[in-house]
């Protein structure tokens, strides 16, 4: 095994975590994946490598410094990828403390014990090392004109945003500072199977599956750009072999800008043609607008020219493409969020502020 790169991928156990452990195992590269199992994390997710030969699970928190201290001694990673976070914006107007502690204060322990460990590297060994951190659109805020470059000020608007603002900005200054190998990549909305049942798009499908309403915030005009998690996947592994020290790239879906609203009407449709309600009714009557959710961005847009011009990535997989294929699989795989509904995840409105 010695002759694979090691990626420490934190949150590995979560929806873009596992896809990313899967493609770098596919690849070669021995992976141990850090996760403290939260309620976002499922451990079916990984079971198709749990037995893989280069993969390895550790339980624990990027805040915890002795921990992770050890866990870079022993294991010695090439690289570190951290996708860790609370990453629910409802959840982070409800309860904005865990998203601090996890995704400010994990994000600068696991950089400054990143940073110790980095420093005692050999010469050779400093060279290749990289520590990419994942980030989010929602950073820069609500986008009234041309979609945002990386060079966009930063004005987030939520709890969630404002956690993974603070982040970007103490690992950049990491960058300059210390000349820690950074590299920040900034997303936008990500869909695809395993993704926990909270989110958007496997809420709906999984709610018009029991014939429940479909509530849609506000008018459901919002705009989000839609990501196939399957691409970004395959972009963070292209920034983190390709991408240019202390450099922040977007990455963006294929045409993928759509209202909330048109989201549900294609999964409606899709759903319409998979498995029929009845000839007569369509899975779109079920839907309903609920109050809207306080400080709702009403846009999310990203310029991703540099990612393409610098690195030459571009995203493959159309939203009709994804969305068919999301569909698909939360209808074949079942007993994946069945089991999460088991433990007690109930879809209730959250994020209202009482
Ligand atoms: N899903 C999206 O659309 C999206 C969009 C932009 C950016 N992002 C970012 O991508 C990353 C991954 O998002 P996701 O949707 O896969 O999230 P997720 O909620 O599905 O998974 C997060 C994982 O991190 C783990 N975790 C949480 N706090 C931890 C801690 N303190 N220590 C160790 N592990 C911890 C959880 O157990 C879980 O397995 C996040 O940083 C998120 O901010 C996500």
Redesign the pocket.
């Known amino acids: 095994m010695s002759g694979h790169p090691k990626l420490l991928i934190?949150?590995?156990?979560?929806?873009?975590?596992?896809?990313f452990v899967r493609l770098c195992l596919h690849k070669g590269y021995q992976v141990l994946n850090?996760?403290?199992?939260?309620?976002?994390?499922?451990q079916d997710?990984l079971q198709d490598c749990a037995h893989h030969p280069l993969y390895h699970f550790q339980k624990?928190?990027?805040?915890?410094p002795d921990f992770i201290c050890s866990l870079l001694a022993t294991f010695k990673p090439t690289a570190i990828v951290?996708?860790?976070?609370?990453?629910?914006v409802d959840r982070s107007i409800d309860s904005p403390a865990?998203f601090i502690?996890?995704?400010i204060r994990?994000s600068f322990i696991?950089a400054d014990e990143s940073r110790s460990y980095y420093n005692k590297l050999s010469n050779d060994e400093k060279e290749n090392f990289r520590f990419l951190?994942?980030?989010?659109?929602?950073v820069f805020g609500s986008c009234p004109h041309d979609p945002y470059t990386e060079e966009a000020a930063y004005n987030p608007s939520s709890p969630?945003a404002a956690s993974?603002a603070a982040a970007d900005l103490v690992l950049k200054s990491y960058y300059h500072t210390y000349a820690f190998p950074l590299l920040i990549t900034?997303?936008?909305?990500?869909?695809g199977p395993?993704?926990?049942p909270e989110?958007l798009i496997p809420l709906m499908i999984i709610r018009a599956c029991a014939g429940q309403s479909l509530p849609l915030y506000g008018t459901g005009m919002q705009v989000r750009d839609w990501?196939y998690?399957e691409d970004?996947v395959e972009a963070i592994l292209h920034v983190l072999q390709n991408g240019k020290l202390g450099n922040t790239y977007n990455i963006a879906g294929l045409k993928g800008e759509i209202s909330n609203k048109v989201v549900v009407e294609e999964i409606c449709a899709i759903l319409d043609a998979l498995q029929p309600r009845t000839p007569q009714a369509s899975y779109r009557d079920l839907t309903t607008y609920v109050i809207d959710r306080p400080g709702h961005d009403f846009r999310y847009a990203l310029d991703m020219s540099k990612i393409a011009r610098e690195l030459g990535w571009q995203p493959k997989t159309s939203f009709k493409e994804g969305l068919t294929k999301t569909v698909m699989w939360y209808l074949e795989n079942r007993s994946w969020w069945e089991a999460i509904q088991g433990r007690g995840f109930q879809p209730h409105r959250l994020g209202l502020i009482k």
Do not use: M, R, W
């Open positions: 934190t949150g590995g156990s979560g929806f873009i975590g596992s896809h850090l996760d403290a199992l939260t309620y976002a994390a499922s997710t624990g928190l990027i805040q915890d951290n996708f860790a976070a609370e990453t629910h865990p502690e996890s995704n994990g696991l951190h994942i980030s989010t659109d929602e969630y993974k900034n997303c936008t909305n990500n869909y395993f993704q926990f989110k990501l998690v970004h």
